[in-house]
């Protein structure tokens, strides 16, 4: 018999690729933080000696969720400012509270608490933007967690750098650091169109070209955006990242509410990647995605939640059910985003968008072993007739009791093994009242 590390037995298996039709009773064996096989049950006790074996019966195991769109450590700032558009939400208050208190501490805790809820709901890949992405990385690899770490680019100054050439310095600097790690990967994050110049998009291509890194930016994420951009530039945003030759398969394009026929064919025909956020979007009444249109024009569009500060969860099983939803409900069609499309949009799609679609998102041989394990034994997902679709609509988060990243069991029957959570609670708790307290000071 081969040795194995882990051989994990469930009712259904949901590989996404090659197809999202659920196995029954089949089996994963992972070895060195890798998935050998995808097999039977029966065939997998007769072929492999594993050190571990586990029973799961009544769940399905899937690939871990790829959050493609996230701003971590702005879980501490969940629910500062609630039920406010887009711009007087950043300028008022956001942004103010990020100048008084981000710093390695700040980005520490939040992307610790980010990580943590996050695992809790299966997701096992999160592509992150926010300042220090340095103490990002750090976390994340401390934790077992694999991340794509944004090299946040800006024109304006901040704790992390001052200049748009400083940025890229720092964020070149941190490429290097983790450039053969295992879990973490890097895109540079030209924050958006309204917040870096020319000059620097520019330098942001050319690098981007040179070490074949992907762009994580926010783009047509509202009409008073895409008006400003015609009033500077005489261009939509699109069109202005046409010209300076961003558009390419390794752009990640995030939010992308408003897009007129001009625009989904220039996005069809250039390749770039969609990361649509449906439930920051429709909080912020920043629109939504054409979701049904791109796809049916074979752009690839992955699922993000963006921060919890304007989510106001990372809840990858919420965004999955708000996605389809809302996708049929912009279309006009009940068949708009089926449960299979909207679960390959978490996962494959995620996995392609951040450039490591040959290394996770599905259960294949070789691929890294991040995996999600999905209890349908509930109140609220029986009788299981389809277990896609009751992972897409009817699921929670609650339901996830294990999830593996490379191998490792980072939750165990729903207990965090890496994350004393006491401390992380106490930790969160106590940014409550110091953010407070400063913001409801007298100037």
């Known amino acids: 018999m081969e040795k194995v590390d882990t051989l994990i037995n469930a009712r259904w298996v949901i590989p996404v690729t090659p197809d999202c039709a659920p196995r029954e009773d089949h089996s994963i064996a992972v070895h060195h933080g890798r998935i050998v096989a995808l097999l039977p049950a029966a065939e997998a006790a007769a072929r492999y000696q594993a050190r571990e074996t586990l029973e799961r019966p009544d769940h399905a195991l899937l690939p871990g969720f790829v959050n493609s769109h996230t701003h ?3 879980s501490l700032l969940r629910g500062l400012a609630d039920d406010l558009p887009l711009m007087e939400w950043l300028r008022r208050h956001i942004w103010p509270v990020e100048q008084r208190w981000v710093g390695p501490e700040f980005v520490a ?3 610790e608490l980010a990580i943590a809820e996050m695992l809790r709901g299966g997701t096992t890949c999160f592509n992150d933007m926010y300042f220090f992405p340095d103490v990002t990385a750090r976390t994340a690899a401390r934790l ?6 944004g090299l946040i680019v800006l024109d304006s100054p901040s704790a992390w750098a001052e200049t748009a050439a400083e940025y890229l310095h720092k964020g070149l600097a941190l490429n290097d650091e983790y450039r053969e790690h295992p879990l973490i990967s890097t ?5 958006a169109p309204y917040t870096v110049g020319d000059e620097a998009l520019i330098k942001v291509r050319q690098l981007s070209d040179e070490l074949e890194l992907p762009i994580h930016t926010h783009l047509h994420e509202t009409a008073d955006e895409v008006r400003a951009s015609e009033a500077s530039c005489g261009e939509r945003p699109l069109a202005r990242f046409a010209r300076l030759g961003l558009l390419t398969p390794l752009l990640q394009a995030v939010h992308m509410t408003q897009l007129d026929d001009a625009d989904i064919d220039l996005v069809a025909r250039t390749g770039i990647n969609v990361i649509h956020a449906p ?3 429709m909080k912020l009444a920043s629109g ?11 752009v690839n569009v992955a699922l993000g939640t963006d921060s919890a500060a304007s989510n106001n969860d990372q809840d990858m099983l919420g965004e999955m059910r708000s996605a389809s939803l809302l996708a049929k409900h912009v279309a006009g069609s009940a068949q708009a985003m089926d449960a299979a499309s909207t679960l390959r949009m978490a996962t494959i799609n995620g996995a392609n968008a951040l450039g490591l679609g040959e290394a996770i998102g599905s259960l294949e ?9 999905i209890d349908l034994a509930r109140l609220n997902t029986q009788p299981v007739y389809d277990p896609v679709a009751q992972i897409v609509y009817a699921a929670n988060r609650d339901q996830v009791t294990d999830v593996w990243v490379g191998g490792r069991q980072l939750l165990a029957e729903g207990r965090l093994t890496r994350i004393d959570v006491d401390d992380l609670l106490a930790r969160a708790r106590a940014w409550g009242p110091r953010i407070t307290s400063d913001a409801e000071t007298p100037a």
């Open 72 to 74: 971590s450590p702005m």
């Open 109 to 111: 805790d939040g992307s």
């Open 144 to 149: 077992g967690m694999r991340a794509a770490i």
């Open 187 to 191: 895109a540079f994050a030209p924050h």
């Open 279 to 281: 439930e920051s979007n």
């Open 288 to 298: 939504a995605c054409p979701v049904a249109r791109l796809t049916e024009a074979g």
């Open 365 to 373: 041989p070789g691929k890294w072993a991040d995996i999600a394990c």
